[in-house]
């Protein structure tokens, strides 16, 4: 039987005194694959199977039994593991459809066997009218150290060289759902071509979302709630907590279908959300959802301990209810955090962080007083790289003993460490400037030198030691004075390189014990400050954490290379605190443990990842710290600020971009100059960056050097190369949500004083969906870095 339409539905409304009909089940269909299995991918002892091609393998007792739901999408996982091929290596396989299918979305369970962070593919997209699309695809790999990729299915280890070894870093199998572009019906799928790469792409899984197809013209939109999930997120209302609950509903038309009348949501929808305890305090609102397109919207409700199911109800402007989904679990919202990963892996980035969108990062120590590296290394790591070789075949142990001799160790820096030009006020006025709305310091390196008052878990600290001031109070004093409106987190580095105390957990490039002199073997030299403690984690680490969260309330942990910790205690303590205080927190994949966010470095992915991420980088093409020996011209100017920061947003992540400060506390102009041009444009193009969200459509392929951002009123096409009289938007495939009476602008230095900008420009749009905007010369040549184009729809008014 066919669902009803919402047409259908709202005359049935008014013939039923109000009664609603349910909206139709978002639906999936398992893509058989067990033909192509090619490898055994888990093991019961480690005995058998080769996951990685190293006699490596995913312990069995761990994975869940298929067939497997996740998040509403059915998969043909095994029933049991360990016996026998339980998936394909993409290598260009063609896996057809039983019948050519309009599709909406694809679900695909997979792992990469590589240890890189993430790596690249694509898939071919085979359609009926013998057209082809490239679906790109950006993926994360089963384990990844000092990161956390953290994945849909963990196990708490995985066997090596067929079970005679564990390895305990977490491993991991990942889903992922991709939109895919219904202008056609889709026949099959070619497989990206990984079997000889370093990393190759396993697929356990495969499902997908059919369209749903009318016999004729649709009479409206076929809406679905694609999922409901009650968040750890919540908003001050009256007195009240207000919980967020995520709806994501999804219009399963085909693209095809997108010039049809009545086929989209064209004005106010609100989507309410009811059930036993569960209250709609402020409800969700959306003003356009076009076929083959999905949106999520934040509703506000008050929980009062609910229990069951709810029901998500849609709102047409009217106010008349056009559809109603019911059965989504009833999640109280958490208030009391224990150290249990079950309970801490439900936490999530606040509200706040996922609307910031840009960061400034600080990279300010010892360190800053060589200011120096070779090329592509980081000249933060200056007390490494100068013990590691101790050869002249070291430019860093060259340099060393060229400009200050063999008798100079790496502590005599810490005299000429004096902040003497230091002013917190100037560098918050900068961040600020820069449009920036959060920043995170660092708080100690792996040098061990704290930059706050590390007590009596060592004194190696810039309290304790020259030049005895506490630099993270001071920023996070002048910010909760002057910059409220400026979010404050903190790194902090887990290990230590050298210190003796860490040497019982020593591992890699941080190994604990004192680091033989550069010059004299012979010799060791000093950790100034080290106090007598018993365990570096105990003592040392866990406290410094602890202070950082409670006594200096950080609002972003930010730790780095991860190791052996006590997180999961930290997080509850950490999270129990900010409930407490009124505080929403976020803490990263590199503290060792229930990540909230990834943050890959020095790289943006080249797809939307629906799990949060952060990328971060220097304003040095290769460091965080101030290298003396980088040209100012290669450092990262407004447009490379912009264009990053677009492209990282339009692909659901934040953008922290880092500054190294000078021994005397001084943020050069080359960067602070190049951070001002960046908040020039944010100051006039901003609404297309903070707040936004992703486009469903498109957030797999961007459209060449064009990309898109969505708010519930707000479309946003920014455009990386300058138009030049008109500007042509192919989005591939994808339906463009625009429609007659929206209006299009580009925002730009005088967008609310000439007449031409507030009546919009000229627009047009092809059969094919491709849109055309005619640009005037003159508001083109206003604008730097990248133009941005915000459609306002005709029915947000």
């Known amino acids: 039987m066919k669902p ?45 199977g080769n996951f990685d091609k190293n006699g490596s393998t995913f312990a069995a007792q761990y994975l869940p039994q298929g067939p497997w739901d996740y998040n509403g999408i ?62 790109q695809f950006t993926g994360k790999n089963w384990w990844k150290w000092p990161i956390l990729n953290w994945g849909d299915i963990r196990t708490p280890f995985h066997y090596e060289l067929y079970g005679a070894q564990k390895n305990w870093n977490s491993s991991q199998i990942f889903q992922l759902s991709l939109s895919i572009p219904s202008r056609a019906a889709l026949q099959s799928i070619t497989l990206p071509e990984t079997a000889n790469t370093a990393n190759r792409l396993h697929i356990f899984a495969l499902s997908m979302t059919p369209s749903v197809v009318p016999s004729g013209q649709p009479s409206g939109p076929e809406l679905s709630v694609r999922s409901t999930q009650f968040s750890t997120r919540w908003e001050d209302v009256g007195s009240q907590r207000a919980q967020a609950v995520v709806v994501t509903l999804a219009n399963l038309l085909p693209g095809s279908l997108a010039t049809s009348v009545n086929a989209s949501i064209d004005s106010k929808y609100q989507i309410e959300v009811t059930g036993p305890g569960v209250t709609t305090v402020a409800p969700g609102v959306l003003y356009r959802l076009m076929p083959a397109d999905q949106a999520r919207v934040d509703v506000l409700v008050l929980n009062n301990n609910g229990t069951g199911n709810a029901t998500v109800q849609i709102k047409d402007s009217a106010g008349n209810i056009v559809g109603t989904s019911d059965g989504w679990p009833i999640i109280p919202l958490q208030e009391n955090w224990t150290p249990d990963p079950n309970v801490l892996t439900t936490h999530e980035t606040p509200t706040w962080w996922n609307q910031a969108k840009y960061g400034i990062f600080i990279h300010w120590g010892i360190y800053s007083v060589p200011a120096w590296g070779p090329p592509q290394e980081y000249a933060e790591w200056y007390d ?108 902090f580095s887990m290990p230590e390189w050298f210190n003796p105390d860490f040497a019982k957990y020593g591992f890699g490039q941080w190994p604990g014990g004192l680091a033989h002199n550069a010059f004299n073997a012979s010799e060791v030299e000093p950790y100034t400050g080290i106090l007598n403690i018993s365990d570096f984690i105990e003592d040392l680490q ?48 590199r503290c060792g443990a229930v990540p909230d966010f990834d943050t890959p470095e020095y790289a943006t992915f080249g797809s939307l990842q629906t799990r949060r991420w952060e990328t971060n980088e220097g304003m040095d093409p290769f460091s965080y710290g101030l290298n003396t020996a980088t040209n100012a011209s290669e450092y990262k100017n407004g447009t490379t ?110 967008t609310n004083s000439t007449s031409t900008t507030q009546e919009g420009l000229e627009w047009s749009m092809d059969s094919t969906g491709v849109l055309t905007i005619t640009v005037p010369e003159e508001q083109v040549a206003l604008v730097d870095y990248a133009w941005a184009f915000q459609v306002t729809y005709g029915g947000s008014d």
């Not at 190294?660 to 001084?666: F, K, R, S």
């Open 4 to 48: 009803l339409s919402i047409a259908t539905l709202c005359g049935a409304l008014l013939s039923q005194l109000g009664a609603a009909n349910s909206l139709v089940t978002f639906p999936s269909t398992e893509i058989p694959l067990t033909d192509f299995f090619d490898n055994q991918a888990a093991s019961l002892d480690g005995s058998t």
């Open 542 to 589: 866990y406290p410094q954490m602890l202070s950082l969260a409670l006594d200096y309330e950080t609002e972003i942990m930010w730790c780095d290379i991860g190791g052996p910790n006590k997180t999961l205690d930290f997080a509850a303590q950490f999270y129990n605190n900010a409930m407490q205080t009124g505080r929403q927190v976020t803490m990263n994949d």
């Open 74 to 135: 059915t998969y043909s996982l095994p029933s049991t593991w360990g016996q026998g091929d339980d998936n394909a290596i993409a290598q260009g396989q063609v896996v057809k459809l039983l019948n050519a299918t309009y599709v909406h979305e694809l679900h695909i369970v997979y792992s990469g066997d590589g240890t890189d962070n993430e790596f690249n593919g694509t898939f071919y997209l085979n359609y009926e009218d013998n057209s082809v699309k490239e679906l």
């Open 384 to 491: 490494w790289y100068l013990h590691n070789p101790p050869n002249s075949s070291n430019p860093t142990w060259e340099h060393h003993l060229n400009t200050y001799g063999p008798d100079v160790v790496y502590d005599d820096f810490i005299a000429n460490f004096t902040a003497s030009k230091w002013d917190p006020s100037a560098w918050l006025d900068l961040f600020d400037e820069a449009g920036a709305k959060y920043f995170v310091i660092v708080t100690k390196h792996h040098d061990g030198y704290g930059m706050f008052d590390t007590g009596n878990t060592t004194h190696r600290s810039s309290v304790y030691l020259p030049p005895k001031r506490d630099f993270v109070k001071e920023l996070m004093d002048t910010a909760k004075a002057e910059k409220p409106n400026l979010h404050r987190g903190t790194y």
């Open 641 to 750: 600020i912009i264009q990053t920061l677009v492209d990282v947003v339009s692909k659901n992540g934040n953008y922290l971009l880092d500054v190294g400060p000078t021994a005397e506390g001084e943020i050069i102009a080359p960067m602070a100059n190049n951070l001002l041009d960046a908040g020039k444009w944010l100051k006039y193009a901003g609404d297309c960056v903070y707040a936004t969200d992703y486009w469903y459509q498109a957030s797999q392929s961007p459209s060449g050097s064009v990309r898109f951002l969505t708010t519930p009123t707000t479309f946003c096409i920014v455009a990386f190369n300058q138009p030049n009289g008109t500007l042509v938007v192919d989005a591939g495939g994808a339906v463009l949500p625009v429609s007659k009476g929206d209006t299009i602008v580009l925002l730009g230095p005088d």
